[in-house]
């Protein structure tokens, strides 16, 4: 037999019991005033004192039996503790003043799979600093607070309150009952981790050329002073570092600009084709340096978009530049553009930006629009990179509701497709 057929078993047999009293005294009283034995005022008030006694001493019966297994209380049926406790947004267990759960919700089970009503909470939270809050909220009355943290399956942290609530009785007293809830802090932890980890980043990528350029300047002040040759040779160095770290810093402002307005999508409609050609003109120098060339495709008709200018601007300089730095080695560029039409009559401009170089290893595919990744630190560097390109790449794309695809074979080449949906026409159009 279930609980909650134990206590309606039990509710059942208490109510029939309270009305076979009754009833005997209905007899007794009636039987008596009939053979005149007791006068009817005195029968009526005995048998309401009987009646009366018969129902408080059900009443107790059932008050007692909850005390005693207070797992009942969440068994039954439309029991307000239950639906509440069910109704919370984070797992949630209900507990008496003993630690046993009286109630709990679906995400504490499926956070804690031994959750049993009736048994002990810490047979299923093996946590000593938990049953150590419940025994202070119980014994302080006062909410408690414990973090603790996961690694199996998964890493996670949590942050638990013990809150003891006092629920007022039918008979003005109050019973009193601890609710502990979960707060998942994952996600904040890995934003405040992500945090820490883009600081001690981007203070080590300034930190490099500024180590530098002290180094060069008290060259000069000192053994170099006369020297007009190193001055020459350093000055430029000087200037390359000074560069970079200017470069590092434009690209960091891009980047928390760009995240700031993540949430706006660019409305102004705009001609895609000149923007690319422009870029393409501009690193044509970098290109002849690199000897590389640039075969481009694109077509004579305007392509239109949503887009910011500039933001679209950075997005081809960066997937152009990287092609001739990293894939100088295969001697050529192509950038094409192609308008693929989508199944609901939607149309996506791709803009893809291929070369013959080394290629990228697979593993380092998915991780290459993280900041400050770089497949070769060293390699990265000499060219004046960042390891912030690409992450503003997806970033700006992400802002015009397009993608990045990344696709790479070594030592065939890399191919990056910005991917940009074009607005439909009107329908008058
Ligand atoms: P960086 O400032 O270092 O160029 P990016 O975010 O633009 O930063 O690129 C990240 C890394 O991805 C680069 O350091 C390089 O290792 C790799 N990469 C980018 N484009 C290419 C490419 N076309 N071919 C090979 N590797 C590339």
Known sequence: MSLDDDLIASRKSGWRG?????????????????????????????????????????????????????????????????????????????????????????????????????????????????????????????EQRVEYSERVPRDRWFETIVMPIAVPTTFGGSESFLLMTFHDQTPLRRVEEMRADFVANASHELRTPLAALSGFIETLQGPARDDPKARERFLAIMQAQATRMARLIDDLLSLSRVELSAHVRPDTLIDIVPIIREVVDGLEPLARDRQVEIEVSLPSTPVIIAGDREELLRVFENLIENALKYGASGGRVAVSLVTVAGVDGASEVRVAVRDFGPGIAPEHLPRLTERFYRVDVGDSRSQGGTGLGLSLVKHIVNRHRGRLLIESVLKKGATFTACFPQPKPPASA
């Open 18 to 142: 309270a009305r076979f009293v009754t009833l005997t005294a209905a007899i007794v009283f009636a039987g008596l005033v009939l053979l005149n034995a007791l006068a009817i005022g005195y029968a009526v008030a005995g048998f309401a004192l009987v009646t009366a006694a018969a129902f408080l001493a059900r009443r107790a019966g059932e008050e007692s039996g909850r005390l005693a297994r207070p797992a009942a209380v969440s068994e039954r049926a439309g029991d307000p503790l239950e639906a509440v406790v069910a109704g919370l947004p984070d797992p949630a267990i209900a507990l008496d003043r003993n630690g046993r759960v009286l109630a709990f919700n679906e995400r504490a089970r499926s956070l804690a799979p031994a959750l049993r009503r009736g048994e002990l909470v810490s047979l299923a939270l093996r946590m000593p600093e938990l049953n150590e809050a419940i025994g202070r909220a119980y014994a302080r009355g006062e």
